[in-house]
């Protein structure tokens, strides 16, 4: 599966169910989030400043693309819940059918912009390995339906020795 | 990766935790259990038993196993906790290097017998899907590291077309 259209089936408004496990602590995290899927255009300013701040071997970039999350956190143990939201843009770089990188304006496990390799399964399953300065993601996305996501990740420390936490979201498309 | 490498990275004592996903109802459920997965013999009676019960093409069977359970149940939005336990006997048949039968003395998704095809993805994921009478139970199993399974599940209506239920665990190896 090309990189374009498992985006194209990304696009749209998903509500997300995600449960983090703190292994160390065995403590769950639990979040119900609405997420926003959308394509930017090649000239977007964002995309143009994420470009020109990663110079990468390889220059040609496909499909740029923007998430959107608005969250209700709900920590076990504790009757708090905050809300958080923000974005990210993402800029994918194929390097072939399979396989790529893919510019991150906003990191996942750390704040920051990153850069991090794709590629996709046999499974039609796309992974993501994100380096960053003190730890290494690895996220697993994969179609269920045509309406729904599943995406597991798991955070290991930056010696990939020993792994902090993993998390599992089910995410089902808004219909109009 | 055959089978029975898989199952021997497998044998020991886990420490599980689990997020369980009702896609319809947005609730979570969060579990935590211990787990033991030991080997049996092949002429084990409960093996024997299975095997007489679900005549198949195959007839090879490889590295039985059975895993036992002790689980914490502790469902959202009630102070109630319920403790649950059991355990199940696999029995893998092989049709390939990366895939075959795994019989199943008790069903995940519904109580009963069942028969599984399984097969292992590019990423040495090990994948079951279990057809019950009501429901299709797809499960996906891996190593994060020597220590760390993960282990995810979709729960489909038997026509395939409704998604009810997800789950992700977090396994974590009991180390003496």
Redesign the interface.
């Known amino acids: 599966m090309k990189i374009e259209h498992f985006i194209a089936q990304s696009i749209g408004e998903w509500?997300s169910?995600r449960?983090g496990?703190s292994?160390a602590f065995?403590k769950?995290e639990?979040v119900?989030s609405q997420l926003v899927i959308e394509t930017l255009s090649s000239n977007n300013n964002e995309v143009l400043k994420l470009l020109e701040s990663n110079p990468t071997p390889e220059t040609k970039p496909v499909c740029p693309f923007k998430i959107s999350w608005k969250a209700d956190s709900n920590w076990?143990s504790s009757d708090e819940s905050e809300v958080s939201s923000g974005s990210s843009i993402f800029v994918p770089i194929p390097t072939s059918n399979i396989d790529g990188l893919m510019l991150r304006s906003k990191g996942y496990a750390e704040a920051g912009e990153s850069i991090c390799k794709y590629n996709f399964?046999?499974?039609e399953?796309l992974?993501l390995i994100t380096k960053y300065e003190h730890s290494i993601a690895?996220e697993r996305i994969w179609f269920?339906?045509k309406h729904?996501r599943?995406r597991?990740s798991?955070i290991?420390t930056s010696n990939s020795k020993g792994?902090l936490q993993?998390?599992?979201a089910?995410e089902?498309r808004r219909l109009k």
Chains 1, 2 share one sequence.
Do not use: N
């Open positions: 509500r169910m449960s496990h292994l065995q769950f639990d119900t076990e399964l046999s499974c399953t992974c690895e269920a339906s729904v599943c597991s798991i290991r792994i993993t998390s599992f089910s089902v």
